[in-house]
């Protein structure tokens, strides 16, 4: 338990960190001295003491607790992920929740922009989860789906960014699309306001983003961990850093794309990684 | 307001019982699964608890704005 209770505490005060850094990166590539990086940590916890009203609208128990659950689902993957280092498809299934879980939390505030944000959460389920299924390639070359053991192949054959790089490229486009201010992030698109997080505010919306700050730490262990094997603190500190600074320059200089073009453009990534991935495995 | 007030006495009792739920765990060490268990339902309801006993109520003077006033924002 204390094991748990000690990585949730360094995903959320970590990933805070990064997504403060990962803004602090977007303001400074857009001339602007941005907000201190520890601004969204300050943020998290300043809603918590903030006056919190709940919409006439909204659809109550529900409303409150998808905000929960958005939170035991990140949890769920701190422990699938760095506590036990469990299957890769578990975390597949916490993302497909995830998505479920967006698409709810827009629709319970009954906020015309959060039931936009709801229907555009099931477009980017539609082309997020074939980026996620990539995962299959590794099973491929791996023989396991274990993150243990996708761990262990690498201290072997060495680190797997080398052999599947499409995959890599692809499963940095899906941690793209989750950042803030993404190319691919129609559910918060600005035209939506800030989507399905639009009528949570006060408690909520700090609960919220420290779910979003455990989700972010949470895609860059995985991404370093799967193509990189275990690596020390340093190194995952600097990976981290080095994904956040990536996301927050391509996040400056990319518009936010129309629903759309972002399915389509996240599905046609999709297939060219896989049967690129596929291509050379054969090859090779 | 009275709900609010609901909220927060739900906030108190929820506290409790995750806090005693989390510390079992911490001090008994049971099954993994339990482990588990407990960490994904509690935690989260810790921190909603925590901060529904947080969270600021509105001033005496306000509150028949912020509860009555009608859904008028779009």
Known sequence: ?284 | MVKMKKLVKYGYILFTISTLTILYCLIFNPAAWIVYSVAILFIPLLILSFGLTTMATPKKDEEEDRVQEPFIGY
């Open chain 1, 1 to 284: 338990m204390l094991d748990i209770i000690i990585n949730v505490l360094i995903a959320f005060l970590f990933g805070s960190i990064l997504l403060g850094f990962h803004r602090k990166v977007m303001a400074r590539v857009q001339l602007r001295p941005g907000p201190p990086i520890i601004q969204q940590f300050l943020h998290s916890l300043k809603f918590f003491f903030k006056e919190t009203t709940f919409p006439k609208t909204a659809s109550m128990p529900f409303y409150i607790s998808i905000v929960c659950i958005l939170c035991a689902i990140w949890i769920t993957a701190v422990i699938i992920g760095p506590v036990s280092k469990g299957s890769l498809l578990l975390m597949f299934a916490v993302y497909a929740v995830y998505k479920i879980v967006e698409h709810n939390a827009g629709s319970s505030s009954g906020s015309p922009y959060g039931k936009m944000s709801c229907v555009r959460a099931v477009f980017s389920a539609s082309s997020e989860l074939p980026l996620f299924a990539i995962i299959f390639i590794i099973y491929l070359q791996v023989g396991s789906m274990n993150i243990s053991d996708i761990i262990a192949y690498q201290n072997i054959h060495g680190s797997l960014i080398w052999q599947l790089p499409l995959v890599a490229i692809v499963l940095f486009i899906l941690i793209l699309s989750k950042s803030p201010y993404s190319p691919f992030g129609i559910t918060k698109g600005k035209d939506v306001i800030s989507g399905y997080e639009t009528e949570h505010f006060g408690l909520l919306r700090g609960y919220i983003m420290f779910s979003e700050s455990v989700s972010w730490y949470i895609f860059s262990w995985l991404f370093l961990t799967i193509f990189f094997g275990d690596l020390s603190i340093l190194l995952y500190i600097v990976g981290m850093l080095a994904i956040s600074f990536l996301t927050g320059l391509i996040n400056a200089t990319t518009p936010i794309l129309n629903p759309n073009h972002s399915v389509v453009s996240q599905i046609s990534i999709a297939l060219v990684g896989i049967v690129g991935s596929l291509l050379l495995m054969f090859i090779f």
